[in-house]
């Protein structure tokens, strides 16, 4: 496919003559877009639940594995069918049922691609600050915030050829950058840090790493792996996924909770501004690349979230093409990325509690996907292409109440930093063990993950 060329498919069977590539190509997209130095944030954030230096990296490293597991084997469905992940929910929800999952998909990706523009422009403005102290601040995030808006839309206008190159030479960047960012960085490492959390910490820990990395991608496995050709081995498809997505990452997890152990006041100020607090210690020499990689990393999620929230609102239904979806999820990242940098006062709060809400849904939705596709579509049997269009069974009600019932479960047994989510999460808990070490493992997204599984899998034994 010619990268210079608007793609376009849509939610359509990719077309078998543009199949091509290898399972190995899936390390690029979801390495470049998990390579950003927010992956620094995230182990100060880990750190930040009350666990020391080994237990946080040991939580954290299993929370990304098990998570991006999860999105290997969700790809393994785009490389069988061609067809992007939210239209292949068609086949456990229904043609009108999937509906449900659909917008809540596309309420994740849409999210992160605010979360992910609004920390390009604050880290742009914090380093443009230390260039040019004459700019105002307000000026400065403005501009870094719609120049990351328009990189981010174009991109994912052009589609999945464009974004594949792309992602493959920004990560070749990210690791040259990020190398030389980490040996500046190294005389700040320490392991000054106890554990005071209990085992319900380290039970939060991995649920937290979960929620961090892999549940954000589980509803786009299968948009980057639709082109690969049909014999594309299932065990390749998802291990190249998982080890793209979750193996960089980590490597700056360890690092993020080893300098939150050398500078325990960087973890306050990360949470206000991830990318200008772990900019404080850099040489001015080393600003621009800093710039260059910190939002280049951002840029590379949010071209991936546009492009597959763009996938979402057709699976929804909506009589639009791809690239144009593409510029209603711009207009939205637009507005979002205005409420997080110049109305709301706390980007952590608001940014923990979308995690854990989406985090139990997107649980409880691969659950009910995989359990699908590997007990009533393996064997031969695959995704009928009957169930995918109009005129397919409007509702499956098994896959429907199934993904309900575990959903308010799950956000019954979450605790959330917010006063305002706080209000409406946590309903199934006592105040005392919101308050205790439970509370604290959110463990509302596993119980979530497993009823949903469950559940759809008793409803649906004497289909096979």
């Known amino acids: 496919m010619d990268t210079v060329t608007v793609e376009q498919n849509g939610i359509n069977a990719v077309p078998l003559a543009e199949r091509r590539g290898r399972p190995a190509d899936l390390f690029w997209p979801w390495a470049g877009s998990n390579l950003s130095l927010f992956g620094v944030a995230f182990g100060i954030y880990v750190v930040g639940l009350g666990l020391g230096v080994v237990p946080a990296i040991l939580t954290g490293a299993i929370g990304y594995l098990l998570s991006f597991g999860l999105v290997g084997l969700v790809a393994v469905a785009g490389a069988r069918s061609g067809v992007p992940t939210m239209t292949l929910g068609r086949a456990p929800f229904g043609y009108q049922g999937n509906k449900l999952p659909a917008v809540l998909s596309y309420v994740s990706n849409v999210g992160w691609e605010i979360v992910l523009v609004t920390l390009s422009a604050q880290g742009g403005a914090a380093i443009l600050g230390r ?24 991109i994912g206008v052009y589609g999945h050829a464009l974004i594949m190159v792309v992602q493959r030479y920004l990560t070749y960047a990210f690791v040259v950058l990020t190398v030389v960012y980490l040996v500046l960085m190294a005389p700040k490492l320490g392991t000054a840090l106890k554990t005071t959390a209990g085992p319900g910490g380290w039970v939060g820990g991995i649920i937290f790493a979960m929620t961090l990395l892999g549940l954000g991608w589980v509803n786009c496995g299968a948009d980057y792996s639709r082109y690969l050709p049909v014999e594309a081995r299932p065990s390749r498809v998802a291990l190249w996924t998982t080890l793209g997505g979750a193996v960089p990452p980590m490597v700056l997890l360890v690092f993020g909770v080893l300098l939150a152990g050398g500078d325990p006041g960087l973890a306050d100020a990360a949470g206000a501004d991830p990318v200008g607090a772990l900019a404080g210690a850099l040489p001015t020499w080393f600003l621009l690349p800093y710039l260059l990689t910190a939002i280049g990393g951002f ?65 409880a939705w691969v659950a009910i996907f995989l359990v699908d596709m590997w007990r009533l579509r393996a064997g031969g049997h695959g995704y009928d292409e009957r169930l995918l269009r109009p005129g397919a069974p409007a509702v499956n009600w098994a896959g429907l109440v199934s993904l309900v019932a575990a959903s308010i479960v799950g956000i019954g047994l979450i605790t959330s930093t917010d006063q305002n989510i706080a209000k409406v999460v946590g309903f199934l808990m006592s105040d005392e063990l919101k308050a205790g070490t439970f509370g604290a493992a959110n463990i509302g997204v596993v119980v979530a993950m497993l009823l949903a599984g469950l559940l759809y899998e008793a409803f649906t034994m004497r289909r096979r």
């Open 299 to 363: 840029l590379a999620g949010a071209i991936m979230d546009i492009y597959s929230s763009g996938l979402s609102m057709l699976a929804l239904g909506v009589p639009i093409k791809r690239h144009y979806a593409v510029l209603v999820d711009g207009a939205l990242m637009l507005l979002g990325g205005y409420y997080l940098l110049f109305v709301s006062s706390s980007f952590l709060g608001t940014f923990q509690a979308f995690l854990a809400i989406i985090g139990v849904v997107m649980a």
């Open 131 to 154: 260039f040019a102290p004459g700019i105002p601040h307000t000026t400065a995030t403005a501009v870094c915030f719609a120049l990351a808006t328009l990189v981010t839309i174009a």
